[in-house]
């Protein structure tokens, strides 16, 4: 025992050294605190019937009605429990408080990396910093994308894993590689997982190039054997959310559109235009090296000593414009504060902050072109030069457009810039391994020396260059720059001169913002510099100049993490726990004991970009970005330009909610025409295609007739069928995936159900028999009901869920006995090498 921690004593202290600083940035979690993080809060009001369910039941549901009139809730919380590494992310999320438990597996992930590379431990540790704290893994932590940080989180470990494999371990390296990749999938981010998989796909194409070259095809076959067994159980042990995905997916807006007279709609997957509408400016992506050249994050404010601020405050402005608005000059100013005081200048939608990679490590990363002699050089810069490319999306859409129009999988994601995450690991892996270059004494110590000064010339000389003429390089103004001068004209009725002062202050402070950062990465291009220089002419000692390395890259990259996430992020728990109140009409709304009925916010704004309405009520609104494509068609077309009460009243639409304008009182209306969560229909009128039946529904009595397409003219047999005028049909227990009625008529008839149309997992029983039924009214369940008195049920159970869930079982028994064997043979092989 006391050999292994002699061996093991500086991981050990690495290790610790990493949870300590986790637990320093994030310091507020030792008092009880825990971030505010806006998607979450998103995400509990979309999960609270689900999570209702489950505490209710011991298990959630697969269904919600919480929004969009209903959806499967694969892509919201759903169990995998017969899934393995369901419990591997459980205890990652559960050992620490979050985020630290995040930001821990990014550090221990990059080193294990870093120490497969047969990296000195305090160079692993400043590389597996440098990756962790590059600002975008912690800007997504503060918006709260949890499933994409733990994503990103396994990116090094399976190239770790792929390296081991690679170099013959086939199977500890392969069994590893089916953990890693596993917890990977099922932190269920698949665009994080796909664009880690176009980086690996590169990689393997040089291996191949270099295994032909040195005539080792036989290894290289063998080691893509385990590789491709590694990835192929990682996928057996998420056969449930990866055939649940496949199959949901294929419904959503990234799926194949229903309509064709829209030409705009896409015929499969996303709208370019929204796919790109995250595009990383050309631009911008000097902020790798300088944080602040493009301001930050929009919405933050300019410097409140800077020179905007002062004419704000000085009497310039409100001099000027207090003969046009008198006592509303104050009101014109915070407008003015508002809409030109924006630090951020990008032509990004909005932006949470820059894609920094820290000053050091880039100049190291430019050290390394020079220097690092190995062929994954060439990987690192081919892949990192592509992914840069695809990142700027409609800024550069010649290459994009190839991989959106043809790559298959490519258009089903959005907010292309997140690619560059992929980059961020890319970036301080060329970093560590030239300053390892350089530490193996391969190179003659001028000739390092002479690379080093050049790389340092290269970064430190753009950094220079930036601070002392900024404005020769860069505009500080954004393509909106016309429209804002025209409103500026306009506010302060035609005073052009006023304008000019207004936006010449704006930009001086852009300005003086790149320049501070410039000179910022200045310092720290020369600390790095310092620091290889010394530890290459041996004027400092190697694990020291290693250790001083990571600290100082430590500092950098903290530094401007928190900007973006810092300890005004972090409330406490019981104000988290109490964020969703009820107001008034929520209150009114909830006492109403009908089961399943719908409201529709207004009161929001537009209502399909918010879930909040979704904490208190089922809605016809809400928030995601894997929603039906079929609700998202009837939204576009019956209730954005006008909002169509037929639909309103066919989803059951039981109470509106506004707002007034006025004095911003919440009002509340019952609709008096909701149909109610299910009904007979006097009649049926057939429509040839969907655009037929959008355009039906545009104007048509939802209680007396239904829209039903040609193709389920099968399913209704027009002879038998009376108006049900007699009957009644109520819903009379309800559950989100198990819904109960109970019908009477005297002749067969069609009823329609308020419920969201899904074939992939939805039947219908009558008396305990399955029976047929059909969509109608575009989005709705519809049946023809035999008569008499007869109990129905809709239940889901999909069997892509089900099914998917035996495969996962098969797969985790599978990898714990790969684990178990690989490392049994690894071990087995030490002991002879002993002996040996």
Request: hydrophobic fraction near 45%; proline fraction near 3%; include cysteine.
């Given at each position: 025992?006391?050999?292994?921690?002699n061996?093991?004593?500086?991981?050990?202290?690495?290790i610790a050294f990493?949870?300590?600083i986790t637990?320093?940035?994030?310091?507020p979690?030792?008092?009880?605190?825990?971030?505010?993080?806006?998607?979450?809060l998103?995400?509990?009001?979309?999960?609270k019937e689900?999570?209702?369910v489950?505490?209710?039941?011991?298990?959630g549901?697969?269904?919600?009605?919480?929004?969009?009139?209903?959806?499967?809730?694969?892509?919201i919380w759903?169990?995998y429990p017969?899934?393995?590494?369901?419990?591997?992310i459980?205890v990652?999320?559960?050992?620490?408080?979050?985020?630290v438990?995040t930001?821990?597996?990014?550090?221990?992930?990059?080193?294990?990396?870093f120490?497969v590379?047969r990296i000195?431990?305090?160079?692993?540790?400043?590389?597996?910093?440098?990756?962790?704290f590059?600002?975008?893994?912690?800007?997504i932590i503060a918006?709260?994308?949890?499933?994409?940080?733990?994503?990103?989180g396994?990116?090094a470990p399976?190239l770790?894993?792929?390296i081991?494999?690679?170099?013959?371990?086939?199977l500890?390296?392969?069994?590893?590689?089916a953990l890693?990749?596993?917890?990977e999938i099922?932190s269920n981010?698949?665009?994080?997982t796909?664009?880690?998989?176009?980086?690996?796909?590169?990689?393997g194409?040089?291996e191949?190039?270099?295994?032909?070259k040195?005539?080792?095809?036989?290894?290289?076959?063998?080691?893509?054997?385990?590789i491709?067994?590694?990835?192929?159980?990682?996928?057996?042990?998420n056969a449930?959310?990866?055939w649940?995905?496949?199959?949901y997916?294929k419904?959503?807006i990234?799926?194949k559109?229903?309509l064709?007279?829209?030409?705009?709609?896409?015929a499969?997957?996303?709208?370019?235009a929204?796919a790109?509408?995250?595009?990383q400016?050309?631009?911008?992506?000097?902020?790798?090296?300088?944080?602040?050249?493009?301001?930050?994050?929009?919405?933050?404010?300019?410097?409140p000593n800077?020179?905007?601020?002062?004419i704000?405050?000085?009497?310039?402005?409100?001099?000027?414009?207090?003969?046009?608005y008198g006592?509303?000059?104050?009101?014109?100013?915070?407008?003015?504060a508002?809409?030109?005081?924006s630090?951020?200048?990008?032509d990004?939608?909005?932006t949470?902050?820059p894609?920094?990679f820290?000053?050091?490590?880039?100049f190291?990363f430019?050290?390394?072109?020079?220097i690092?002699?190995?062929?994954?050089?060439?990987?690192?810069?081919?892949?990192?030069?592509?992914?840069?490319?695809?990142?700027?999306?409609?800024n550069?859409?010649?290459?994009?457009?190839l991989?959106?129009?043809?790559l298959?999988g490519?258009?089903?994601?959005?907010?292309?810039?997140?690619?560059?995450a992929?980059v961020?690991l890319?970036?301080?892996?060329?970093?560590?391994?030239?300053?390892k270059?350089?530490?193996?004494?391969?190179?003659?110590?001028?000739y390092?020396?002479q690379?080093l000064?050049w790389?340092?010339?290269?970064?430190?000389?753009?950094?220079?260059?930036?601070?002392?003429?900024?404005t020769?390089?860069f505009?500080?103004?954004?393509?909106?720059?016309?429209q804002?001068?025209g409103w500026?004209?306009?506010?302060?009725q035609?005073?052009?001169s006023?304008?000019?002062?207004?936006?010449d202050?704006?930009?001086?402070?852009?300005?003086?913002?790149a320049?501070t950062?410039a000179?910022?990465?200045?310092?720290f291009?020369?600390?790095?510099?310092g620091?290889?220089?010394?530890?290459i002419?041996?004027k400092?000692n190697?694990?020291l100049a290693f250790?001083?390395?990571?600290?100082?890259?430590?500092i950098?990259?903290?530094?401007?993490?928190?900007?973006y996430l810092?300890?005004?992020?972090?409330?406490?728990?019981?104000?988290?726990?109490?964020?969703?109140q009820p107001?008034?009409?929520?209150n009114?709304?909830?006492?109403?004991?009908?089961?399943?009925?719908?409201v529709?916010?207004?009161?929001?704004?537009?209502?399909?970009k918010?879930?909040?309405?979704s904490?208190?009520?089922?809605?016809?609104?809400?928030?995601?970005?894997?929603?039906?494509?079929?609700?998202?068609?009837?939204?576009?077309?019956?209730?954005?330009k006008s909002?169509?009460?037929?639909?309103?009243?066919?989803?059951?639409?039981?109470?509106?909610?506004?707002q007034?304008p006025?004095?911003?009182s919440?009002?509340m209306?019952?609709?008096a025409?909701?149909?109610g969560?299910?009904w007979?229909?006097q009649?049926?009128q057939?429509?040839?295609?969907a655009?037929e039946e959008?355009?039906?529904i545009?104007?048509f009595d939802?209680?007396k007739?239904a829209?039903v397409d040609?193709?389920?003219?099968?399913?209704?047999?027009?002879?038998?069928?009376?108006t049900g005028?007699?009957?009644?049909i109520?819903?009379?227990?309800?559950?989100?995936?198990?819904?109960?009625y109970?019908?009477?008529t005297?002749?067969d008839?069609?009823?329609?159900f308020?419920?969201?149309?899904?074939?992939?997992?939805?039947?219908m029983?009558?008396d305990?028999v399955?029976?047929?039924y059909?969509?109608?009214d575009?989005?709705?369940?519809?049946?023809?009901l035999?008569a008499?008195?007869?109990?129905?049920?809709?239940?889901?159970h999909p069997?892509?869920?089900?099914?998917?869930?035996k495969?996962s079982l098969?797969?985790s028994?599978?990898?714990l006995?790969?684990?178990?064997?690989?490392?049994?043979?690894?071990?087995?092989?030490k002991?002879?090498a002993i002996?040996?």
């Open positions: 025992m006391n050999n292994w921690f061996k093991n004593g500086i991981h050990l202290a690495i990493f949870v300590v637990f320093a940035y994030f310091s979690v030792l008092q009880g605190k825990a971030p505010q993080q806006g998607d979450v998103q995400a509990k009001a979309m999960q689900i999570m209702d489950k505490e209710k039941d011991g298990k549901p697969l269904w919600t009605n919480q929004m969009f009139g209903g959806m499967p809730a694969y892509q759903v169990q017969l899934n393995i590494t369901t419990y591997g459980d990652i999320k559960g050992v620490f408080p979050d985020p438990g930001v821990v597996l990014y550090l221990l992930g990059a080193y294990l990396l120490c590379l000195n431990p305090w160079l692993a540790a400043a590389g597996a910093i440098a990756f962790a590059t600002s975008y893994n912690f800007i918006a709260g994308h949890s499933n994409k940080a733990l994503a990103i396994f990116f399976i770790a894993a792929i081991l494999t690679l170099r013959g371990r086939y500890v390296g392969g069994s590893l590689l890693f990749m596993a917890l099922r981010h698949i665009q994080m796909y664009y880690l998989f176009i980086a690996l796909f590169i990689l194409c040089i191949l190039y270099h295994a032909v040195a005539k080792q095809l036989a290894g290289f076959g063998k080691s893509v054997a385990y491709v067994a590694g990835i192929f159980l990682s996928v057996l042990v449930g959310t990866l649940t995905t496949y199959e997916g419904e959503t990234r799926g559109s229903n064709t007279t829209d030409k705009a709609e896409p499969n997957g996303l709208d370019k929204y790109y509408q995250w595009s400016g050309v631009g911008e992506s000097f902020t790798f090296l300088i944080p602040n050249l493009y301001g930050g994050a929009s919405g933050g404010q300019l410097d800077g020179k905007f601020i002062k704000l405050q000085d009497g310039t402005v409100s001099n000027a414009i207090a003969p046009i006592q509303e000059t104050e009101k014109a100013l915070n407008a003015i508002q809409n030109a005081g630090n951020y200048w990008g990004k939608p909005g949470s902050g894609y920094y820290g000053a050091i490590i880039c190291l430019v050290f390394g072109l020079f690092v002699k190995h062929r994954w050089k060439w990987w690192i810069l081919g892949s990192s030069v592509l992914l840069l490319f695809l990142s700027f999306g409609q550069f859409p010649l290459i994009s457009d991989f959106f129009d043809y298959p490519y258009n089903k994601f959005r907010a292309v810039e997140s690619i560059l992929v961020g890319l970036v301080p892996l060329l970093a560590i391994l030239a300053v270059e350089a530490q193996d004494g391969k190179y003659d110590q001028k390092l020396v690379r000064t790389s340092a010339g290269i970064t430190g000389g753009f950094a220079l260059l930036i601070a002392v003429a900024p020769a390089f505009s500080f103004t954004n393509a909106t720059q016309t804002l001068t500026l004209n306009q506010i302060t035609n005073n052009t006023l304008t000019a002062r207004i936006l202050a704006v930009k001086a402070d852009r300005v003086s913002l320049r950062d000179l910022r990465s200045l310092v291009i020369a600390i790095g510099f620091l290889t220089w010394a530890f002419t041996k400092m190697m694990q250790g001083l390395l990571a600290l100082f890259v430590l950098d990259l903290w530094q401007v993490d928190r900007r810092n300890n005004q992020n972090f409330v406490s728990k019981s104000d988290l726990n109490n964020h969703y107001r008034d009409v929520d009114f709304i909830s006492a109403d004991k009908d089961p399943n009925f719908r529709f916010d207004l009161s929001l704004g537009d209502p399909f918010s879930a909040e309405t904490y208190f009520h089922k809605t016809v609104g809400g928030f995601h970005s894997a929603r039906l494509k079929r609700f998202q068609e009837l939204v576009d077309n019956q209730m954005t909002i169509n009460q037929d639909v309103l009243d066919m989803l059951n639409t039981k109470y509106i909610i506004t007034d006025q004095n911003g919440y009002k209306q019952r609709n025409t909701a149909a969560n299910a007979f229909v009649s049926v057939f429509a040839r295609n655009d959008m355009k039906a545009s104007s939802a209680k007739e829209i040609e193709s389920f003219k099968n399913s209704i047999d027009t002879k038998r069928l009376g005028q007699e009957g009644f109520k819903l009379t227990n309800y559950n989100p995936d198990h819904l109960t109970e019908y009477s005297a002749k008839a069609i009823a329609v308020s419920e969201i149309y899904y074939n992939k997992g939805w039947k029983y009558i305990g399955e029976k047929p059909f969509r109608a575009y989005v709705l369940r519809a049946a023809q035999e008499g008195n007869h109990k129905l049920e809709f239940i889901f069997t892509s869920y089900y099914a998917g869930e495969i098969a797969g028994i599978l990898l006995a790969g684990l178990g064997f690989g490392f049994y043979s690894e071990e087995k092989k002991k002879k002996k040996a």
